[in-house]
């Protein structure tokens, strides 16, 4: 019997899904807490439980996608991207109730805006739910009761799974102090279930109250994220393997849901970490990320989705917006014709990309010499035998290649054509000048390919008996000033051969 593709990891994770849980709707969940830059790492939450979405709906199924925003959680700690003094009074307090670093409007919300401006255009239709909504509103008021009702059962099911020792004044719910607003220096002394109300301490305020339950606190991690489950009824979830290992926090969750607020915990989906390459794993509160938003400035989003979609979620990712970068999105254009996954390619169009068929590291060295014109752009295109689909898509992807290389590129593959010949090539030894003559003169010749220029190398080499790097070498320093760039026959072919021999008999020129 014939061996059949292995199948996408959306499609298993799906069979899965359908196998254990019958046919839906579903209720596909995600949630990130808003506490720095929301980087790339952050996105394959998202995009993992989109791509699920996507799988479902193609089999004719109901799914929504929800993206709840851990905005009432506290600042932690004053990260190193925040000003000391300013931050320091604010830890503890939760991230939708403390300003922005700059401009109006709350914290979480500075560092939500960009996010969710990306997920749009990563066509990612996810509802996004503010968590301080969830509790403001008394969504979760139900679990909450529950959750104090059933303290010790929740204490003991913390103990027995994760192996450590609860205190005795454990709570699973943390007050909020009116006066500092924070989250992590209350004790909660007692409640009442008739009146829902809390009476809690503020130890560094020295304050002691009764308050409402509603609007005044929230429930600790461990016990918020199943009540959260359980009040939005999630069928679905992925999560980082920080919550997914033994002992984390979805075993608990899981007893914690079942037996506390009577629900099934969702279907489970642990992916890895991304990596930034050559700087460990993207952690916001470390500052070695990159946001979504500036990696869509430089990936156009079909391909930073490929990026995410194509390995199953349990791989880790490395990602080089260096090198990668070119062979990346030739993958998705196809350009290559080798290696691409085509159902990672179906699951992740964002509606923007068509496929022009020119390999990008080309289009980065055309758009260089043709300094960033579009128009010559396709004069040099055309001249060199490219044939492309549509304007638009060819100047779209000329723009991703100028912001890359002004943002990512490394410096050797960064050139400029140089106006006049420049000053270090203007005192080549004797014998590099006279095959330059030479090599002038062969360039020249009408009707000549790349292959044709960059045999006038080796041939002029040998006849003046030089080692062919030393004439690249003065080649490179008499156009471009550097002593290394782009493939010289190629180079010579986009550059304009006329352009070129008249440089080379000007570098020979005594
Ligand atoms: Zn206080």
Same mark, same amino acid.
């Given at each position: 019997m014939a061996e059949l593709p292995a199948q996408h990891w959306a499609?298993? #994770?799906? *069979?899965?899904? /359908?196998?254990?849980?019958?046919?839906?709707?579903?209720?596909?969940?995600?949630?990130?807490?808003?506490?720095g830059r929301i980087h790339v790492g952050n996105l394959r939450?998202?995009?993992t439980a989109d791509i699920i979405c996507r799988v479902l709906r193609?089999?004719? /199924?109901? %799914?929504?996608?929800?993206?709840? #925003?851990?905005?009432?959680?506290?600042?932690? @700690?004053?990260?190193?991207?925040? *000003?000391?003094?300013?931050? !320091?009074?604010?830890?503890? %307090?939760?991230?939708?109730?403390?300003?922005?670093?700059?401009?109006?409007?709350?914290?979480?919300e500075y560092f939500l805006r960009p996010f969710l401006a990306s997920l749009e255009r990563l066509k990612v239709s996810a509802e996004c739910i503010r968590a301080s909504h969830l509790y403001r509103s008394g969504a979760l008021l139900?679990?909450?009761?529950? !959750?104090?009702?059933?303290? *010790?059962? +929740? %204490?003991?099911? /913390?103990?027995?799974?994760?192996? @450590?020792?609860?205190?005795?004044?454990?709570?699973?719910?943390?007050?909020?102090?009116?006066?500092?607003?924070s989250l992590l220096s209350t004790t909660l002394l007692a409640w009442d279930p008739?009146?829902?109300t809390v009476t809690y301490r503020c130890t560094p305020c020295a304050l002691q109250e009764t308050v409402p339950i509603l609007g005044h606190g929230k429930l600790t991690w461990r016990v918020d994220w199943p009540a959260r489950w359980a009040a939005l009824r999630v069928d679905v979830e992925p999560f980082g393997k920080d919550h997914g290992g033994k002992g984390g926090s979805y075993d608990t969750g899981k007893e914690i849901v079942a037996q506390v607020f009577g629900f099934r915990a969702p279907f489970?989906?642990?992916?890895?970490?991304?990596? /930034? @390459?050559?700087?460990?794993?993207?952690?916001?509160? @470390?500052g070695n990320v990159v946001a979504v938003d500036e990696v869509l400035e430089v990936i156009p989003p079909d391909v930073l989705r490929y990026f995410i979609t194509r390995p199953a979620p349990k791989v880790s990712l490395a990602l080089d917006l260096t090198d990668q970068m070119l062979t990346l999105v030739d993958e998705v254009d196809d350009v290559t014709k080798k290696q691409r996954d085509p159902?990672?390619?179906?699951?992740?169009? %964002?509606?923007?990309?068509?496929?022009?068929?020119?390999?990008?590291?080309?289009?980065?060295?055309?758009?260089?010499?043709?300094?960033?014109?579009?128009?010559?752009?396709?004069?040099?295109l055309r001249r060199t035998g490219y044939s492309w689909t549509s304007d638009q898509a060819l100047d779209d992807r000329c723009r991703y290649a100028l912001r890359w290389l002004d943002r990512f590129a490394p410096d050797d593959v960064k050139f400029r054509v140089q106006p006049q010949l420049p000053h270090c090539a203007r005192s080549l030894p004797?014998? +590099?000048?006279?095959?330059?003559?030479?090599?002038?003169? #062969?360039? !020249?010749?009408?009707?000549?390919?790349?292959?044709?220029?960059?045999? #006038?190398?080796?041939?002029?080499?040998?006849?003046?008996?030089?080692?062919?790097? *030393?004439?690249f070498r003065a080649f490179y320093l008499a156009l471009i000033g550097k002593e290394r760039g782009p493939r010289a026959g190629w180079f010579t072919e986009i550059i304009g051969p006329l352009f070129v021999a008249q440089r080379l008999r000007e570098a020979a020129a005594p």
């Open positions: 499609d298993r #994770a799906v *069979d899965q899904l /359908l196998a254990e849980r019958g046919s839906g709707p579903f209720l596909v969940a995600s949630g990130i807490s808003p506490s939450e998202v995009l193609e089999r004719g /199924l109901q %799914a929504r996608l929800i993206f709840v #925003a851990d905005d009432y959680d506290s600042l932690r @700690k004053v990260y190193p991207f925040l *000003d000391p003094q300013r931050y !320091a009074p604010y830890v503890g %307090a939760p991230l939708s109730e403390i300003p922005a670093p700059e401009g109006e409007g709350t914290y979480a139900p679990q909450i009761l529950q !959750a104090l009702h059933a303290r *010790d059962t +929740i %204490a003991q099911i /913390l103990a027995r799974i994760t192996g @450590k020792e609860i205190e005795p004044d454990w709570s699973p719910f943390m007050p909020q102090c009116s006066q500092c607003k008739n009146q829902q489970p989906l642990v992916y890895e970490w991304i990596r /930034l @390459k050559g700087m460990g794993d993207m952690s916001s509160s @470390k159902r990672a390619v179906q699951l992740s169009q %964002a509606g923007g990309f068509l496929p022009i068929g020119i390999p990008f590291n080309h289009l980065v060295n055309v758009v260089q010499v043709a300094q960033g014109d579009l128009t010559r752009v396709k004069e040099i004797p014998n +590099i000048r006279a095959a330059l003559t030479t090599l002038a003169a #062969a360039i !020249a010749q009408p009707a000549k390919t790349s292959e044709d220029f960059h045999r #006038a190398f080796y041939d002029t080499a040998a006849l003046h008996n030089l080692p062919v790097a *030393d004439l």
